[in-house]
Each structure stands twice: as C-alpha cells, then as structure tokens.
C-alpha cells in the first residue's frame, strides 16, 4: 500500500512538471540515450538497446516514452534496472518500476516506463545503465527509435526536476539480409573512461578532446574522445560520442592519455573487458603545463604563457598581450592568470611518459 502511494505521489509530481525535453544541453543537463546507436540485423532478429543516463546529479527516477514504428518492430520485452546493484539503488536507496505494458506499446507504438526510488540516502550521481528495451524485427529498412517526453527527478524531498536532454534520438537499424553479415558483429558493449586533470577539482564549461592510446607490444590504437567535467572534475566521456572506445578489443593495455594542455601519464596493465565498463584513470592526475603539445614543459610552452597573460575570455586584451589562442589556460577556467603560472613553474621542464 506506501509503495502505491508513492508511485502515484512522484507519477503525480512528474506530471505536474514542464517537460524540458530538448533543451540546450548544459551542465547541469542529464542525457539520456538508447544505445547502440546504430547496429545490423535481420528480419525476426531481436535486438536490445540499453537505455544509459549520463550526469545524472542525485538521481531519484526518471520515466520516459520510446516510441517506434510498430509496423517494422514489435517490442518484446522492456527491462527496467532497480535491483539493489543497479545504478539508481547504487547508493542504498530502494527502487521500484512504473510501467511498461508492452501490450498497449505494440498497438500504438509507444511505451512508456520509468523508475522511482526512496531512501534516506542521496541517490547516485554520474552514468548508469537505467533500463534495456528489446524488439523483434518485423520488416527490412531503416527503422528510428526515439526518446521523448524524458522526465529526471532528484533525490530531494520534495523531490527536484533535473533537466534532461534526449542526445541520441534516433537508432537506425540497418537491415543486413540482402547483403553478407559482417564478420565482426558491433555488438552493444559501452566502454567510458574517467580521468582528472591537474587544478580541476570543479565542473569546467567547455568539453574538451582526449587523446587514448591502447598499446600492445608495437600495436598502438589511438582515439580522440570528447570529455566533459562532472561536478568533482572528473572528466567522463560526451554523451554524443559515447561509443568511441567500445570497439577498442578486448585485452590488457598500456595506455597512454594526453590532456588538451597536459604532459602524457601511461596507465598499465589496463584491461579492456567484453562487458559494459569505467576504465579509471582518475586515480593519477595529467600534469599540466605542455602548452605546446610536444610532452615536454618548456621555454616554448613559457613563451605562450607570457603571451597570454591577464587574458580573460571575452574581454580585451591588455596591452602587449595576444589572447588568441588562449592555449595558456592550463586550468580551463576562462583565464591565464598566477594560478595557470603556478601550475606551469611547478611542472617546468619535464617530460611526460611515452
Ligand atoms: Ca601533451
Ligand atoms: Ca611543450
Ligand atoms: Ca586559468
């Protein structure tokens, strides 16, 4: 009886909110997106997509429509993720579903389902996998599936509404029946990384790209990934390129990661596991200081820190002094000031790994 009381409480609550669906993402914006985004299959194949929330900030629950063409699909079964060691009970709290009723989904082409928590713990904070959506294949073609009408609520009591952007709208499910499968299949494993730079313990505006090498014997993988900052200044990857070391295979690696303004540090013995998973390399900051992107802190990174000091984005230049670019910020905070010169003296002349 409490539990119905309580879905019909926080169902009340959420429909009593502005959907704020689409807006602009920001900071303090929460994604979510189905993934894969893009995967082979055949007419009666069923497929399942993994529904994932990224910056989530105390996540109390969600709910959210998916909505798709139920000539082509027919969805078979809808897995909402509220077991104890699932990420929306991941802190202590308890957790319950609403929804879905596949059912009423195939005939109309909607389904709609979401979870709710409660506990005297704050809930989680970060990227977790909320739920898996699986279809069966009804027709060739391209067949999308949407997100839409997302809803996230804090933990709070009363409970907040966290904005939420649907960044992958839609999944294309290309049908490989005419032509030869591929021999390897992309299959829907989910592989972030997580990893601090030195002086940012904060959220910082702007995404920024990292560069991962995986290395084996002679072998080098390299990936370019766009990161942003969570609200500890742990950097994770950005939601709009969330597969981009999903296909790195499966296997231990020396990895090697250089920040946008930072001296390399190699991670070893990094092993990359078939399962969805956070490689961490949060646990040894980048040092900062290699302006100019050589490895090496030096009199040419010195150089563009004279050039660019006392600029702030936005403003002026003062006198004598070149602001673009403002590669100087070693601290990614907008400005070159005593704390990117500090940061840059205490790192002075080195070399990063390799
Ligand atoms: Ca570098
Ligand atoms: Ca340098
Ligand atoms: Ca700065």
Sequence with gaps: ????????????????????????????????????????????????????ITNAQTLGGFE??????NSKLQLTNVAIKTGASDFIASTGRSAGSVGPEPTVANATGTVRFGAWSFGSNAGPSGDGNLASVTFTIL???????QLQNALISTSASPPGQQSVTTANASIVVTDTSASPAPSVSPGTRMTFAHLVLEGITTMRNDDRFMEFVFRQGTTNITRNVRMRTDNSGIFSNEISDPTKLSDIPVGTYDVLVNGPVHLI???????????????????????????????????????????NFGCVTGQTAPQGKVCTPLSADLNLDGDVDIFDYAFFVGNYNLTGEQ
């Design 64 to 69: 959210t429509n998916v909505t798709y063409d």
């Design 139 to 145: 027709q060739s073609g391209t067949h999308t599936i």
């Design 1 to 52: 009886m409490f539990g119905a009381i309580l879905v019909l409480t926080i169902m009340g609550f959420w429909g009593a909110n502005l959907i704020t669906n689409g807006a602009h993402a920001q900071n303090n914006t929460a994604t979510l997106a189905l993934l894969p985004t893009t995967q082979n299959a055949s007419v009666n194949d069923s497929i399942t997509l993994d529904l994932l």
């Design 265 to 307: 540090r190699k991670f070893n013995n990094i092993t990359v596991p078939a399962d969805n998973t956070v490689l961490d390399f949060s646990s040894t900051q980048l040092l900062a200081g290699d302006i100019v992107d050589d490895n090496q802190t030096n009199g040419n990174d010195y150089t563009q820190i004279v050039n």
